[in-house]
């Protein structure tokens, strides 16, 4: 079988489709719409429309979001989370002077309630709640266990924009949930981030949090610009070629970023956080959102061509009174991380989220706080999982494919 140049990826770039590269591309040259302008108001009032919020802040990532709750909550002690995670989500608790606890995950990616009892002590104040790959935590039970235990309850949103749980919207059900638009979230605008909020206390605080932090700087504006642009035209046509590592090479250089920078593996955080959500971003993320219902529904579509075609391997099924956002799809396999290996040698790039209990898998753990066999689930699932790309640029035609190679090859 002949391998293509182009691959199918689950992260390179994924939602952007030719009006987001078009807008991307004009932008670079209206620097004077970088930093300050209207598209940041306006992207903060849709989001406060459509969860019938009284606020939302901006930000320029999820982690910069995630830090503006927690140092607006002005506590101590402990924030409760679960493993099988990303460092994007226990870096901003301790560079908020906070102690991350990692509560084990059950087999459907998201925190085990029986655990986060056990896990409850005296100096907790804070449960951080994931919804994993956009399939909703058992968030009833969850807040009630917080409500019991005098906690703040907090949503990670950051993986489920459009999920809902028994009809109601994910991110409506704590003191605050935050959302990312990162390079291969639900919408994407490279780097950004939102929080909602109904606490007036909260929010004034929140406001107060982003009246002391700067905009990026033009440089880091225009690395973001750059990336849907240089994704598209240079490095996706030729990535099995040439294109990997113009990649590499472009972010050694600087001129495109990294999702994930080297310091945050060590527990360090980068001089960009935290900081605002620069109008230029903003504007990307506006026409990503205008498109978020199709998005949902693609993802949906996707997902359902996987169940019904793909036998044998065990998959994670949604509740019945849950809608997943499905940013991806999810599965088991007891050779999980050869499945991945061997699909991105065939140029399949599927997905590796979590094959550690915090991502990335060269993170440092004692620095982001977690230490060996505190979650042994979230351990043994980051051994037998790997999840399949669902964004609007993946057809049913290119859905086959992976599922041919994964029958082929592993059936």
């Not at 986060?116 to 009630?144: C, N, P, Y």
């Not at 070629?241 to 600087?254: D, F, R, T």
Request: charged residues 25%; hydrophobic residues 40%.
């Amino acid at each position: 079988m002949s391998i293509p140049i182009k691959p199918i990826s689950i992260s390179l770039n994924p939602n952007a489709e030719k009006d987001d590269i078009l807008l991307a591309f004009k932008l670079l040259f209206c620097f004077w719409k970088w930093k300050r302008g209207k598209a940041i108001k306006e992207l903060e009032n849709r989001f406060k429309q459509y969860f019938g919020a009284k606020y939302a802040f901006s930000f320029n990532s999820g982690r910069a979001s995630l830090m503006a709750v927690l140092k607006s909550l002005d506590i101590k002690g402990e924030v409760l989370m679960q493993a099988f995670t990303c460092n994007a989500a226990s870096n901003p608790v301790k560079w908020s002077g906070l102690k991350p606890v990692y509560v084990d995950v059950s087999d459907g990616f998201n925190m085990d309630p029986e655990d986060l009892r056990r896990k409850i002590t005296s100096e907790s104040r804070v449960v951080m709640v994931q919804h994993t790959f956009g399939f909703s935590a058992k968030i009833d039970e969850i807040k009630k266990i917080c409500q019991e235990n005098n906690l703040i309850l907090i949503e990670d949103a950051a993986h489920a924009l459009g999920a809902e749980y028994n009809n109601q919207k994910i991110g409506t059900f704590g003191k605050a949930a935050f959302f990312s638009f990162s390079r291969d979230k639900i919408i994407s605008s490279v780097y950004g981030g939102m929080v909602v909020t109904n606490d007036d206390e909260l929010a004034e605080k929140i406001r107060q949090f982003r009246e002391q932090v700067k905009y990026p700087s033009y440089f880091w504006i225009k690395q973001q610009l750059l990336h849907p642009v240089l994704m598209h035209y240079l490095i996706l046509p030729s990535y099995r070629v040439l294109g990997k590592y113009l990649l590499v090479s472009l972010q050694y250089l600087k001129i495109l970023s990294k999702a994930v920078h080297w310091k945050e593996k060590k527990g360090r955080m980068p001089n960009y956080f935290p900081r605002r959500m620069p109008n230029a971003l903003a504007l990307l993320a506006l026409n990503q959102f205008e498109k978020l219902n199709r998005f949902n529904s693609h993802r949906t579509k996707i997902a359902d061509f996987y169940y019904n075609n793909l036998k044998g391997f065990d998959f994670l099924e949604a509740e019945k009174n849950t809608r997943p956002a499905f940013l991806r799809f999810p599965a088991k396999h007891e050779k999980a991380h050869e499945i991945i290996r061997k699909a991105w040698d065939n140029n399949l790039l599927i997905g590796d989220w979590y094959t550690c209990p915090v991502a990335p898998c060269d993170t440092d753990l004692k620095k982001v706080g977690y230490e060996k066999g505190a979650c042994p689930n979230a351990e043994r699932l980051a051994q037998i999982t790997f999840n399949l790309p669902t964004h609007i640029n993946i057809s049913e035609k290119q859905a086959q494919k992976i599922i041919n190679f994964l029958k082929r090859e592993f059936q």
